[in-house]
């Protein structure tokens, strides 16, 4: 690295990116100054209202072991081998993620996972964390940032230069350099709210634990990922309003009614049902596009502060892990702060945006074709092509849960050739190890190149 000395970074945000990027940065010796709003999550309880836990991948497990903090993050992680659906009449059916032993994800709880890294970040001599202070905005025209210290309730100003702002998707740092016209956001909100609901260990005993849980019922949906405590966090996706919807639910007669309907085999697993949806927040869900990310070499937005999308992928955390993982690589070779924020932009855009538009997809594959014969007709026949063609066929799914050494555009490019190519072989009722199938894969999807660990290991 050769930034000029002495280096120093603002970072705004102590969440999941900007506790990580901390502990990144500080190893390449530079000195972290980590303002939060919240208190500190040690001394504290987890802010209501948020996703309790989150699928991690092997992107984030990547930047996690890149940060030497993997082993202090893997007490908190079980282990998802595959989804766990559940028919309308109470059949379930395991649909395995991957094929080879090391394709699986891991729940975790946000919380815990938070602290860890807060923690780890706090151990470093060149960090300091600085929690109940709110980031009121930018100025960037005199090269301030705006703060209220929560405990004092006073606001206080702080020189700029240069500044990582990882504070969420409803980013105030965004929002100030909007305001101001130096970039320009735009919000695509879905019509499809979240609420969660936690399903107690007593009664959620008889769930799998290593499996992430679908109730798909077509234009909504219902899932469950474990918690280490045995207690598993439901979340249900539906529309805001309409004949079936959170509108449609406001008493606790329809919700029950709703969930013995639906949701048959869940409803055991809540007993208090009624009463958890009437005091849990219903969250709305949505894609945000900013553009530039980053003002010269002062300012640069990363993680959800700079392109938040819908969690249906199970990607958002990921892919601002990746981004951490990404700046700090960067970061080799680097002359100046602009250089590098420019770099990181050009790097990361276009596999933000492909990963912002996967997400979207996937959650039509959830809800709905996940139980569709055709679907599970081209899954197995890309499972097969994937066995036959190890280094050329690796599922879209497997691309982006599985295999970090492949960037989220590529991903999305080569899974929309695949598709196409699944089409015209489950069209002429080819398999994997037909002619047509040899034909096609040489001609259209070049060799991928082996790099991540086990990433192209024979299957078994
Ligand atoms: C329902 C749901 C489910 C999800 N599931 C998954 C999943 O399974 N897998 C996955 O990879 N991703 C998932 N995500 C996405 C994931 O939560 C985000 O992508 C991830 O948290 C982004 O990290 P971040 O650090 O950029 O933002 P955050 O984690 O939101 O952190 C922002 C931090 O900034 C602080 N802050 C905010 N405003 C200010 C301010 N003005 N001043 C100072 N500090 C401030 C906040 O308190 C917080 O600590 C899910 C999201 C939702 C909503």
Redesign the pocket.
């Known amino acids: 690295m050769t930034l000029p000395a002495p280096a120093r970074v603002n970072i705004?945000?102590?969440?999941?990116?900007?506790?990580l990027l901390a502990l990144l940065l500080a190893r390449r010796g530079i000195a972290v100054t980590l303002?939060?709003?919240?208190a500190d999550p040690r001394q504290s309880l987890p802010?209501r209202g948020?996703?309790i836990?989150?699928?991690?991948?092997a992107r984030?497990l990547r930047a996690l072991e890149r940060a030497a903090v993997l082993e202090r993050v893997r007490p908190l992680l079980i282990e998802m081998r595959g989804r766990m659906i559940h028919e309308r009449g109470g059949t379930t059916l395991l649909q395995a993620y991957g094929q080879r032993e090391h394709e699986v994800i891991y729940s975790v709880g946000?919380a815990e996972l938070?602290r860890v890294l807060i923690e780890a970040a706090t151990r470093h001599a060149n960090v300091t964390v600085r929690f109940n202070?709110?980031?009121?905005g930018v100025n960037v025209g005199a090269q301030q940032l705006l703060?209220r210290d929560a405990l004092q309730a006073a606001a206080y100003q702080l020189p700029l230069v240069p500044t990582i702002a990882?504070?969420?998707?409803?980013?105030?740092?965004r929002a100030s350099l909007a305001t101001a016209g130096l970039l320009a956001v735009r919000e695509e909100w879905l019509d499809h709210d979240?609420k969660?609901l936690t399903l107690p260990p007593a009664a959620a005993g008889t769930l799998e634990r290593h499996a992430l849980h679908i109730w798909p019922r077509g234009g909504f949906m219902l899932i469950a990922?474990p918690n280490t405590d045995g207690s598993f966090t439901a979340?249900l996706f539906l529309a805001r309003t309409g004949p079936v919807s959170f509108a449609a639910l406001a008493s606790a007669e329809a919700v029950q009614q709703f969930f013995a309907r639906e949701f048959a085999d869940a409803l055991p697993l809540l007993p208090d049902l009624p009463a958890q949806f009437a005091a849990h927040p219903q969250?709305q869900?949505g894609t945000i596009h900013a553009a530039p990310w980053h003002i010269a070499g002062a300012l640069l937005l990363?993680?959800?502060?700079a392109h938040?999308?819908v969690?249906f992928h199970?990607?958002?955390?990921?892919?601002?892990f990746e981004d951490c993982a990404e700046l700090d690589a960067l970061l080799d070779g680097a002359d100046s702060w602009s250089e590098l924020f420019a770099r990181f932009e050009q790097s990361r855009r276009e596999n933000s945006a492909a990963i912002a538009q996967m997400a979207l997809e996937n959650y039509l594959e959830m809800r709905d074709t996940v139980l569709d014969a055709g679907f599970l007709r081209r899954k197995a026949l890309a499972m097969a092509l994937e066995r036959r063609f190890p280094d050329r066929f690796i599922p879209r799914y497997s691309m982006v849960m599985f295999h970090p050494e492949i960037p989220y555009a590529e991903a999305r490019r080569r899974g929309t050739l695949q598709e196409q190519l699944l089409q015209e072989l489950d069209t002429a009722a080819a398999g994997a190890d037909s002619p047509l199938a040899e034909r096609l894969v040489h001609a259209r999807l070049p060799p991928l190149r082996a790099e991540a660990p086990g990433a192209l290991r024979p299957t078994h």
């Open positions: 705004v945000g102590a969440g999941l990116a900007g506790a303002y939060e709003r919240r802010e948020r996703s836990n989150l699928a991690l991948a984030g946000r938070n202070q709110q980031c009121l703060f990882t504070d969420g998707a409803g980013s105030a740092v979240y969660e990922l979340t969250g869900l990363l993680g959800d502060a938040a999308i969690p199970g990607q958002g955390m990921n892919a601002a």
